[in-house]
């Protein structure tokens, strides 16, 4: 007999040690910083903390009727929590642990009803999500990749996102993504800055390194133009985040007055139609879902598929940085290569990283293989899940 789901439960994650990350990391890049959704608007310089969201991850454990459980994650804990086990773990008791596709639908589109599927209804659509295909890859004995098709390939091609090119070099990384650290708010002076920023590393790197910038989606169209234009002797493989997430008008004036430019977006487009929109309209040249913020492994299956029937590239958010990504990484055709965001000091290991979850698979020489475990061989039993959450 097919199992039911028996119970889906969430909690905050309180103690992140228990899954080997440390409590304070060191990383030499603050991804606040000067980025901010008001760094438009110099009287909120160097208040970057003030507009952080207090919340921080959640867990949600989906328990099937033989008692096989999965693992899900994502972010703000908050309000999240109480989405998933007030109106989602009930609407899904009793249901086949199998389903995915059903159960997602069913979470999406009552959400949308409700209150809307975009922002954060798809973090929690997401975390249920990513539990349920984690219980299905144990159900079945298999890991999620085997489940979406197979790998794609032998070893997925990793870039290391920081501005330490010392340290990421050290750890085997040979395509770079840097962080942008001012806002339009610092008008031409923060042009100049950047373009430092890039030349060095151009310099630094090599003429053929693959290198990318990362603005946060904070700027407006016109800035991002004139970063735009500034950036093109450098020869950068994308400008990424360059607009305000729903500024649609403004990705299409970007994508018009800078038609030889790689454009990549997406973190923060939430839900599978965001993507449809864009791919339709041709606004961007890479599409970069969230697997915990976009809404699970579902989601970024039915992005890829946009994608490939558009003939736009896929590359993963933060998709190096736990086993949920690796995997869909590692099993998509389509995705161009993970993301390892190195939220980490130097020395310090790759498994405290940002997301970092016991049991994945960490990249050699900028190249990774995910855990061949069932589901997402997250390595979590259940006294160590409750220590977590507790």
Known sequence: ???????????????????????????????????????????????????????????????????????????????????????????????????????????????NSAFGASGLASFAVGAVDLALWDLKGKILGVPVYELIGGPARDRTRCYATGNDLDDLR?????????????????????????????????????????????????????????????????????????????????????RRRLPSVMLAAGERWYTDRAFAHAAGQRLVDVVQPDIQWVGGATAVLKIAAIAAAAGIELALHGGCNDSYGQHLCHGLPGNRWAEMFVGCGPGESLMGAWRSTPGMAVPTDGRLVPSDAPGFGIDLNRDQLDAAIS
């Open 1 to 111: 007999m097919t199992p039911t789901i028996a119970d889906i439960r969430a909690a905050p994650l309180r103690r992140p040690e228990v899954l080997g990350r440390p409590r304070a990391s060191t990383a030499s890049w603050d991804p606040w910083g000067l980025m901010h959704p008001l760094s438009n608007d110099r009287a909120f310089a160097g208040q970057a903390a003030r507009f952080a969201p207090p919340w921080g991850e959640v867990v949600c454990v989906a328990t099937a009727s033989d008692g096989t459980f999965g693992v899900g994650m994502t972010s703000q804990a908050g309000p999240i929590t109480p989405v998933i086990n007030d109106f989602f773990a009930p609407m899904l008791a009793g249901e086949p642990a199998l389903a995915t596709e059903k159960l997602w639908n069913m979470m999406a589109r009552s959400a």
């Open 170 to 254: 050290d750890r085997g990384f040979d395509s770079f993504k840097l962080a942008c650290g001012v806002g339009s708010g610092a008008a031409t002076a923060g042009i100049e800055e950047t373009e430092r920023l890039v030349s060095d590393a151009r310099s630094e790197l090599g003429p053929d390194a693959d290198i990318m910038l990362d603005c946060w989606p904070v700027l407006d169209a016109s800035y991002a133009v004139r970063l735009g234009e500034a950036m093109q002797p450098y020869r950068l493989t994308w400008i990424e985040d360059y607009a305000q997430p729903d500024d649609w008008p403004g990705y299409a004036d970007v």
